[in-house]
């Protein structure tokens, strides 16, 4: 989840104006179609340019041309309006009604402190919680989701005995604002970027699979590199990842892919490939030797978690090999707490091959000689249809896929 009281320095009229006037090339047809003063418009422009302390356009007697930098910068500022411009036909379709007709500017929806307040409602859910953790008064938060509320045309929190829920109104606006402010948050870092400087935070979805050599070893790399930049790492659970990629909280999902032809709005990129191992001390008595049903019958199990994809090719590998499904007495994703039961007992765990690389190399852990048939999976990248990653979100991308490749 990104900071929700991060400071952002850009104002969504003087981006809509901007977007506006690289669509129709003057400050007076950009004027017409916002239906604000031509002046207005140009004071939008000059103190964008001014708070990202460069040119965007170039003034020529026949209108209004882009610069490079305002090239750059255009594609992010365009989906940032877009994000916003879809909220209200979301409303109308949540309230059955189909006005027939284009609809007109949300103007209610551009105040980046209005919107930063309804994205912090809708994750603390009291409003005073909201007012201390933006440093305003619980008024001024009432007041904004009264605006917000009255553009929308419906209610989008309701008062609980657990605080103020959202609505399905609420639900359903959510991810568009987030995504929205997040693309106007790497605006700045786009521009940066176009100036061969590479800065801002990127957030990662870690899976297990990734946490222990793959990404670290990534992280290391990039931030020797570029030490302007930040990485913020996620491990929740896959479910709890994917909403928050698809509000742009988090930038990519690192791990094993999940397979669902249905889903169009997530896309994976293979990484490479890797089947489960099952690993033990190197004292255990099991280890070293060949393994039978009888040897495994009265096994203590360390095993994925339940219904997820190392589970269920765990016990498809069991039944193919004619034995009963491994039974936990631990579930758990976390290495550390896997490393631990290991080494201070004669558990088993079932594992990838990647994810305790380190203690195999070194002799901490032993894997155990049995083989488990078809559990090799694909593991790689979880990304967002469409999304546009910033410089530093790509630059890790990069660092990452640098990593898997074979050391001369």
């Known amino acids: 989840m990104r900071n929700i009281k991060e400071e952002i320095p850009l ?30 418009i140009t004071r939008s422009i000059r103190d964008l340019e001014h708070t990202l302390a460069t040119p965007l356009f170039e003034r020529h007697a026949s209108g209004m041309m882009l610069t490079e930098i305002g090239k750059g910068v255009l594609p992010r500022a365009k989906r940032a309006i877009q994000e916003l411009h879809i909220i209200p036909s979301l409303l109308n379709k949540l309230k059955q009604r189909d006005s027939g007709r284009e609809e007109a500017e949300p103007i209610w929806l551009f105040n980046l402190r209005r919107l930063q307040i309804f994205l912090a409602l809708y994750r603390l859910h009291h409003t005073q919680s909201v007012a201390d953790l933006l440093g305003i008064s619980q008024p001024a938060v009432s007041a ?68 222990s050599t793959l990404l670290p070893l990534a992280i290391t790399h990039l931030v020797a590199r570029y030490p302007g930049i930040k990485v913020v790492t996620n491990e929740s659970a896959f479910s709890a990842l994917v909403t928050e990629l698809r509000s742009g909280d988090i930038d990519f999902i690192l791990g094993a892919l999940r397979q669902n032809d249905a889903v169009l709005d997530i896309h994976n990129q293979v990484l490479f490939d890797e089947e489960l191992i099952l690993l033990a001390r190197p ?18 199990w360390i095993l ?105």
């Open 144 to 211: 904004a989701l009264k605006v917000l509320e009255r553009g929308a045309g419906v209610m989008l929190f309701q008062r609980t005995p657990k605080g103020m829920m959202p609505t399905p109104a609420g639900r359903e606006i959510a991810p568009f604002i987030s995504r929205a402010l997040n693309e106007i948050r790497h605006i700045p870092e786009d521009l940066a970027a176009q100036q061969g400087v590479l800065t801002g935070t990127v957030h990662v979805g870690a899976l297990p699979l990734c946490r």
């Open 304 to 408: 994925p978690r339940d219904n997820t994809p190392a589970r269920h090719l765990l016990d498809s590998a069991f039944q193919a090999l004619g034995m009963n499904e491994p039974q936990p007495v631990v579930e758990t994703g976390d290495l550390a707490i896997v490393r631990g039961l290991l080494l201070n007992s004669d558990m088993v765990a079932a594992v990838s091959s990647h994810q305790l690389e380190y203690e195999l190399r070194a002799g901490i852990l032993a894997p155990l000689q049995l083989n488990l048939p078809n559990t090799r999976r694909e593991i790689g990248f979880t990304f967002r249809q469409g999304a546009l990653h910033s410089p530093a979100t790509q630059a890790l991308l990069r660092s990452i896929s640098e990593t898997l490749q074979p050391q001369p």
């Open 11 to 40: 104002k969504i009229m003087q981006i809509r104006a901007f977007c506006m006037i690289a669509e129709r090339g003057t400050v007076s047809q950009a004027a017409n179609n916002l239906f604000r003063t031509q002046s207005a």
């Open 283 to 300: 004292q255990h008595p099991l280890a070293g030797r060949p393994l039978t049903a009888d040897d495994l019958a009265q096994t203590q």
